[in-house]
């Protein structure tokens, strides 16, 4: 991203998410780097493994202080640089996992991930008086550099289960993330879109084989 648009235009600010003065250091260096904040994409998540039976308070807290309390504490801090801007974005990365489907080894990563638009829902009328729009992206099946070292077969097999007959891509993510910081995209607050090839949809696996 650095090398496309050139330097000043991109800073990097390591941040601890789950934590709140970490989270008010990242927006205050952004807002004296380039005078504002005109959209936050609340982007950072964790999702360890672990079963329900074995799962440690220890393995619960860490997923919950990433996935929700730093989307509590990234928007909370870039709230009033949001506010100035007088169209602020807010575009929330979720998932299927937990808000639509479930999968083993990840209640809490489900959990986090479904109470992220509990808040989404309830920022967006919060912060709809100040011209700011709070939406939620949920990603189905992407093909990520860590997917990809899954296999070919393995990733076929995904794919298999997808109506689209393939795995979603980082642009697909990517584009509507963009569209959604846009002035056109003014009048959409408070809305989960999956982006996952219709993943969702089938009854049963039948209704996607040939």
Not at 4 to 20: C, E, Q, Y
Not at 84 to 109: E, F
Not at 169 to 185: C, K, Q, S, Y
Request: glycine share 12%; proline share 6%; with cysteine.
């Amino acid at each position: 991203m650095l090398d496309a648009l050139g330097p000043g235009k991109v800073l990097g600010v390591p941040t601890d998410i789950s934590d709140r003065g970490s989270c008010d250091e990242m927006a205050a260096a952004a807002v004296e780097a380039f005078g504002g904040l005109d959209v936050l994409c609340a982007n950072a998540g964790i999702f360890p493994e672990a079963s329900l039976a074995t799962m440690t308070p220890e393995q619960l807290a860490e997923v919950l202080d990433v996935n929700v309390k730093g989307t509590f504490f990234a928007v909370q801090a870039c709230m009033d640089a949001l506010i100035a801007s007088g169209t602020g974005r807010v575009v929330l990365t979720s998932s299927i996992t937990g808000p639509i489907t479930g999968y083993p080894g990840w209640t809490h990563y489900g959990a986090s991930k479904s109470a992220q638009l509990g808040f989404m829902r309830t920022a967006a009328i919060e912060l709809a008086p100040h011209g700011i729009t709070v939406n939620a992206i949920l990603p189905g099946n992407i093909l990520t550099e860590g997917l990809a070292e899954m296999g070919e077969d393995y990733l076929a097999g995904m794919a298999s289960a997808i109506p689209a007959g393939a795995l979603g891509t980082p642009e697909d993510i990517g584009h509507l993330a963009a569209f959604l910081a846009t002035r056109e995209a003014g009048y959409i607050t408070g809305q989960a879109v999956a982006v996952d090839g219709g993943q969702v949809l089938p009854e049963s696996p039948d209704a996607v084989r040939p």
